[in-house]
């Protein structure tokens, strides 16, 4: 008999790659016809890869960590490699007798170079409305909203400027809609342009800018769709707040008294003057018995005034508790929800500290091998369409761990894995054994009992 813990089973590598061919054999069908609208002026004869294959090249790149062009490059010779990127590009035509290569990202970037921008970022809205038109995100809706967190981060630092002190940096205004489980999903963004002043010291054009030219093209993107946007205290004053409510949205915004000093003292006073409206927090703790952790309080009818006659109303809600690992939190969230209990205001509370989801995104592209940071061009519009290719790839991935690897682990009943480790299997895989025509995939797929929606319930719950 062996002695000791049995071991649990090996990862099923042969069976991820299945899944992730699959699953991105379904989405090959919404994001080729979009590549196809890029009519570039290229000779076709002298061509030897569509420009499918091109866009494709960075997207599996990402997808399987690549993390830069260095490495991307070191892959593209691989047969296997290769055929899995004209496969789902739906390359079919290929020198008869030649060896399948990729193509070299420096091809990718010169045909970047020559557009494409706005049909990348209509790709990344399609995905998005793809997922919520298959009910994905039923679950994530809060008061039948769906969240979306807004929040700026550096892009890449720009090599070689000696005219800038070479301290020249892009930055990126993001939004991505939340959910519980703890994903974020980017649905667009707009560049924050640097510029300098005459002593050369780098400033950024400011993300309350930002969020003034994402602010329309969001409600143009989404109409009907109904929208909490969530950011930190930079938002939390009066002409964001009227920007959300002319467009019909909802908003929770941290709330500190460095922004608005006078609205913040007025909270203050009304949470003191009504003490109805505050309560206990009670959670329940590992063992499902409930244990107090903490105060709520809020105030209802806060003005932010600008002149006699220029004034906004909105709600205040005050957090003071013990997380889960006994470490304190005290915050204070500005929202136009109604909040008329003690639930009202927990529920405000949970949702504004899920800004933080958008934080950990921004984390696991920086540091979990995607190469956000990483200078993959120096040309600006490069690079943007690069940032495009890859936010459309970490969507992706986002979406096949949760509705696909889970429930694979859970069924093989396999040690925990993080996923850049089921990253490095699947691309063994990848490049062992290669990867099944698409078309013979999509058509297995779309004859599977289980749609798509029902595998997402079951990842879900």
Known sequence: KRVGRPPAEMPDGDAAL???TAFLARFCR???PLFDALRKPRDTERCLYEGRTLLWTFIVGHLVRLGSRNAMDANRNDPKYADAILKLADQGVWPEGERKTAPCTLSCCNFLSRGCTAVLEKALVDIVSHMIRLKLFENARFRGLFVIAVDGTKQERIRCCKWLGNRANRYVLEAKLVTP??????VMSVPIKPWHDRDDDEKQDSEYRGFLRLAPLLKAAFPHLGICILGDGLYACKPIMELCESYGWEYIFTFKEGRTPTAFAEARD????????????????AHGRRVECGRLAWARGVEIANGADD??????VRVSENDANGAPYEGQFATSLEVACLKDADDVCKWGRRRWDIESSFHVEKNGGYGLEHNFCNKARVSRNIYLLMQIAHNLWQLFNSTCLLPLQKKRKN???????????ILQKLLARGIAPIKNMVAIRSSDSKSEA???KMAFG
Request: glycine share 4%.
């Open 30 to 32: 919404i994001l080729n």
């Open 181 to 186: 489980w703890g994903s974020a999903y980017s």
């Open 270 to 285: 009304l949470m003191e003057q009504t003490p109805s409206n505050s309560g206990t927090l009670v959670r329940h703790d």
């Open 454 to 456: 029902r595998i997402a």
């Open 18 to 20: 299945e899944r992730l």
């Open 311 to 316: 004034w906004h109303v909105f709600n205040v």
């Open 415 to 425: 040690r925990n894995m993080t996923q850049r480790k089921w990253v490095e299997v």
